[in-house]
Every structure is written in C-alpha cells, then in structure tokens.
C-alpha cells in the first residue's frame, strides 16, 4: 500500500521525583479484578502477536509481555515511567488471545493511574481539568452552549424538520441525551444526525444545560476519581429532570467510562443505579417499532462496511456482559443493500488506532501505525464507505488514517447519520408545529436565550 513512512522519535522519559518515587515504591496495583494473578503470566506471547502497538516507532523494543514481566520483578515504577500505558490503546486483544486470561488492559489503566497529573501527555490532564471544572472539555460557557444550541437547532428546522428545537432540562422526558464538546465547539452540522432521528420518531428528548459533556477523558488519562465524578452528574441529572432513560453516550471511551464510573458509584452505594439505554437498541426501537421510515434507494450504488469498536464490542462484553454486534448489522441492512464485513471482525476485530485516547494525544504517528491494519481491512473490503458507532474512531479512520495510507479512498459516516440520510422524514403535523413552536418559545424565553445572542 502506498504510505507516508511512519517514523517517530521517543517521547521524553516520564522523570520521577525523590517524594514520587516513594509513594510508588511497592505499591500494589489497584482496582484490578481480585483473581488477577500475574504470576501466572506464562511469557508465550500470544498477548505480543494480539497487540497493534507491537512493533510501534519510538517504543523501541518494549511489548505487552515486557511490561508484564516487569511488574512480576517488583518494576512497577519502571513500568509506569515509559510510554507503553500511553499507546495502549484498550483494545483488548492481548486479553481475548491470552491462554491464562489474563485481564491485561486494567492493568494498562492502572499504570495511567499512578503517573503523576501534570506528566500526562498532551491535553488529556487538561480537558478533564475543564470538564470537572467547567461541565465540559472544551470549556464552552453555559451561554455560547445555548446559543450554538438554538442557532443550529434553528436552520435544522428551516432546512428539513419544521417546528424542530434543542429541548434544555425538559422535565418528565423520555431521553436524556449528552452532546460532545467538539461539536458543540465547531462541527456543529455533526449534532443534527441525532437531532432528524429524534425529530422523525418524535422522541420526548432532552439535553442538560449544565454537566453535558458526552465524553470521558478521564478514562483515557488513568483518573478513575473523575471518571465517577462524572457518571455520578449524569445519574444526577437523570434523576433531577426526572426522565426516563439516557443514551449512554456514542464515543466508545465515554460510554464504557460512564459504565465504569457508575459501578464505581454502585460500588459505594447501590442505590446509584439509573435507566440507561445505549444507541444500537434506542436505533433499533424505533426502527422495529415503526418510529421512523427509512429509504434504502438514497445509498444505492455505494458499498458500505462495518467497524467493530472495541468499546462497543470486545471490551463491553468482558466487563459488562454485552458486545454489540447485530444490532448494528441490522439497522445498516435497513438502510443499505451493499453490505460487506471486514476481515476479521465482530470479537476478532481490529482496533483503528484511535482507542485510549490516542487520538487526542501527541503520538499521531504511533497512533496511525497502530491503525494500519484498520486501513488494510477497509481496503479489502472494496468498500466506500465505513460505518462506525464512536466519535474517536470516526476521527481516526476519516482525519488520520488516510494522510498516511493514500492508495484508497473511502468515507467514514456515524450510523446515527446513515440512519439520517435514509429518513423518510413526516414534517410536523400542524397542531405539532404549533406546540412545538410554543415551547420553544417559552424555554429559550426561561433561559434567558435569543437569537441576539447567536454569533
């Protein structure tokens, strides 16, 4: 295949201090399943052969295996000053493939988990800074948030759903749904996907004004404090606005943090439970209950291929028990007729390269060698376009990969958008426009929000 070479300079040793080489020393690692045993880490290496991030430019010779054997010798401080933990990317193929079934990937958060906070690489520290902070990564202000959400809202309903508006701490609503920052902050047409099929269903849906950050970096950069802060305001609000059920957020990192903070919170008190549903069974409900119309003849001509994220799919189902894997194959077949699997896929999987939190981090080249094997399977599989159910692998395999794999062109579409651009929309009905128009009306009024205040 036609690439960019991949070269990669070793990122700077993580300097540990006198006082942090202290703390660490001996320190037994946490929050890891009780029955994992790495004494029983048998040196084979079926985790090296599973891993993408074998063979990675500027790790030198370091491999899953290394690590392990380094924690086994008492190197846990070793282990956490390099880089490794850092271009894990979660994917938890070293886990599947490992006889002893080891759960190796914990141990690669644990490892995030003991570096200190101001030596975390690149923006993730700092983002979840401004999410504990501010309710969000980007720090977007509660009035540009609302602005942005009723001037886009706005042309949506000028271009195709009449009557549409963003519904703000609507009480008694049947869907709480969170937004993610960076499209609030400015790829503002991405958040209308969502918005047509929750107007085409007539979905009773809301969105926070405040704590409305969909994803969790805090499970990309090892803070486990934050990431049960953060389930823990989404439960909140869930019970605050009294509605019925939340969309566990789309990115692969958010919703399977938002899982991990709230068995965090139950942990501590088992009445911290909420009503979730994630996005594969909310498409599926409405597609099987006849909630929306979809028309195939609008992806006529084009082959469409599937990508099994790792959080959606190998990952949720060892932790928590269910992968999705048909779900999306039928909510595609209801759109499309040109259908082809990648090789391999469901459980068997590869990983893009983004997982982790390696997209937002400073090893872009790391990160695109570890999707090579993504792009491979994109191109075999002859198709034009690659569906995908998370925010960071849509960004991986659509920004990155194709700057440094050129022979092939494809295009990358969420499935909630798929699902969009096959809508047979039903404008609202004329006594829906004018409720709907009504309440409109009087929430932007109650918050305080015109269109003066739109940039």
Not at 159 to 188: M, T
Not at 204 to 233: C, H, Q, Y
Not at 286 to 292: D, K, N, P, S
Not at 296 to 301: D, Q, Y
């Amino acid at each position: 295949m036609d690439t960019q070479p991949i070269t990669a300079t070793s990122p700077p040793p993580l300097v540990l201090d006198a006082n942090t080489q202290g703390r660490l020393k001996g320190q037994p690692l946490r929050l890891l399943p009780e029955n994992l045993n790495l004494q029983a880490c048998m040196t084979c290496g079926a985790c090296v052969n599973g891993c993408p991030a074998t063979g990675t430019p500027g790790l030198g010779d370091l491999d899953v295996r290394k690590i392990l054997r380094m924690l086994v010798l008492g190197l846990v401080d070793e282990a956490a000053a390099t880089n490794f933990p850092w271009l894990c990317t979660g994917c938890g193929r070293c886990s599947l493939v490992c006889p002893m079934g080891l759960d190796i990937v914990p141990v690669m958060a644990e490892l995030k988990h003991m570096r200190p906070r101001e030596q975390v690489p690149g923006i993730l520290h700092k983002g979840v800074e401004r999410v504990l902070r501010s309710g969000n990564n980007m720090e977007i202000s509660q009035s540009e948030y609302l602005a942005t959400l009723l001037d886009v809202g706005n042309d949506l309903a000028e271009e195709e759903c009449p009557g549409f508006y963003v519904p703000v701490d609507k009480k008694d609503a049947d869907i709480l749904f969170f937004p993610n920052s960076k499209e609030v902050y400015g790829d503002f047409e991405d958040m209308k996907w969502w918005w047509k099929v929750f107007y085409a269903a007539r979905t009773n849906w809301t969105v926070p004004s405040r704590n409305w950050e969909a994803v969790d970096w805090g499970l990309f950069s090892g803070n486990f404090e934050a990431t049960a802060i953060l389930a823990k305001r989404k439960m909140e609000l869930l019970r605050e606005l009294h509605v019925g059920r939340m969309i566990m957020p789309d990115c692969g990192g958010g919703s399977y943090g938002c899982r991990s903070g709230m068995k965090m919170c139950a942990m501590e008190d088992p009445t911290e439970q909420v009503d979730f549903i994630y996005l594969y069974d909310y498409l599926m409900e409405v597609i099987t209950q006849g909630r929306i119309k979809l028309d195939k003849s609008v992806n006529v001509g084009r082959r469409f291929t599937w990508h099994d994220s790792c959080k959606h799919g190998r990952e949720l189902e060892k932790h928590f028990g269910k992968a999705y894997y048909e779900e999306p194959r039928y909510i595609i077949a209801q759109c499309v007729d040109d259908f082809v699997d990648m090789i391999p896929n469901r459980v068997n999987n590869y990983c893009c390269g983004a997982g982790g939190g390696n997209w937002p981090m400073p090893f872009e080249a790391q990160s695109a060698y570890h999707g090579r094997l993504k792009y491979d399977q994109i191109r075999r599989t002859g198709a034009d376009v690659v569906v995908v159910g998370c925010s960071n692998c849509r960004d991986q395999m659509m920004k990155r990969l194709p700057r440094f794999y050129k022979d092939y062109k494809y295009e990358v579409k969420y499935i909630w958008q798929l699902v969009a651009e096959s809508l047979v929309l039903e404008p609202y009905s004329g006594e829906e426009l004018v409720r709907a128009e009504a309440e409109a009306e009087a929430q932007w009024e109650r918050l305080g929000v015109t269109p003066e205040d739109v940039l």
